[in-house]
């Protein structure tokens, strides 16, 4: 199914269309708030839940938006704030996931000492529980920018924040996470 065919779809009644077209239009929805959703959350099961549950709110108000040209945008936003509203409800579910060592594929051909991939484990156990620490609003506007490489106006329009608005949440979130993973960073040394 082309791209926006699905946002076509899930504007008209969803309940009137075949099951084979409604899974289609899920499977659209599910691919475009899944990664954003699970960077949030960490956790497949919660995932799931979210884009779930925030697939029937999207179902609902689709047909009534007026103004179809951000529809992307504002799906994304709807499962981010479903998100966000789960993380205030429920305290526990911020930190659920350990941490995934990063693995460099980029130079195969080193071999590295059994030293420095003891010290690059650590940086990479450490960076990882320090991005734990950040609010999931700095995760996901670092995520946005350094994985998914969008430029500032991008994520603002994403966000429905302004660009000098994401500028400053940038600055903040490096600034915690350089403090936080200083902080770990020079525990670990000691």
Do not use: C
Request: aromatic share 12%; hydrophobic share 35%.
């Amino acid at each position: 199914m082309e791209q926006e065919q699905w946002l076509y779809l899930l504007r008209s009644n969803f309940y009137d269309i075949d099951h084979d077209a409604q899974k289609l239009v899920y499977e659209a929805y599910r691919n475009l708030v899944y990664r954003d959703i699970h960077f949030l959350t960490r956790s497949h099961e919660l995932t799931e839940d979210v884009v779930q549950e925030t697939f029937y709110k999207v179902v609902a108000k689709a047909p009534q938006l007026r103004d179809t040209k951000h529809m992307k945008a504002w799906i994304v936003k709807v499962a981010r704030n479903h998100a966000y509203d789960m993380f205030k409800k429920n305290k526990k579910y911020r930190h659920l996931r350990e941490p995934q060592v990063v693995i460099d594929l980029k130079a195969p051909f080193l071999h590295p000492t059994v030293a420095e991939q003891v010290e690059d484990q650590i940086r990479n156990e450490l960076l990882h529980e320090a991005l734990n620490e950040l609010s999931p609003e700095y995760r996901q506007a670092l995520f946005m920018y350094y994985i998914e490489e969008k430029p500032y106006r991008e994520i603002a329009q994403e966000l429905g924040k302004t660009e000098q608005a994401v500028a400053q949440t940038m600055v903040r979130a490096r600034k915690k996470l350089y403090r936080y993973f200083s902080k770990r960073w020079v525990d670990a040394d000691e």
